[in-house]
């Protein structure tokens, strides 16, 4: 029996499709009264699959709503949260989502994280 870690992660599939983005993350702080305040990090290169696609909308309740206009794909050992800001190709998308991917029991292999692009 093969078990996948995430060291075939990093080592394969991000190794060859791999580019390079910029994350900046975003710090979130909360004012006396429950205002929430954010700032821009330190922004960094991290390494990541990135795949872009065609904008979607769905219809709710409500109207309607914009899908994801694309993701990434990261090692599980990368510093990545929800709202972070995600820079490619002149392009700034926010981080929606981040679900932790695997095969095996607690087994990580790789982030998969959801964008959606700033306006």
């Known amino acids: 029996m093969v ?29 006396g009264n429950g205002d929430e305040i954010r700032s821009s990090g330190t922004p960094e290169n991290i390494t990541v699959i990135f795949h872009r696609r065609n904008i979607t ?11 994801m206009d694309g993701y990434i794909m990261t090692s599980p050992s990368q510093t990545i949260n929800r ?13 929606i989502s981040i679900m932790e991917r695997g095969v095996v029991g607690s087994v990580k ?3 998969y994280c959801e964008l959606q692009l700033t306006e």
């Open 3 to 31: 078990i996948v870690t995430n060291t075939d992660f990093t080592s394969n599939a991000l190794a060859d499709l791999g580019v390079t983005v910029i994350r900046t993350p975003i710090n979130k702080t909360y004012t």
């Open 109 to 111: 292999v790789y982030k």
């Open 57 to 67: 909308f769905e219809q709710k309740e409500e109207g309607l709503k914009k899908n």
């Open 83 to 95: 709202d972070d800001l995600i820079t490619y190709n002149y392009e700034i998308f926010r981080v």
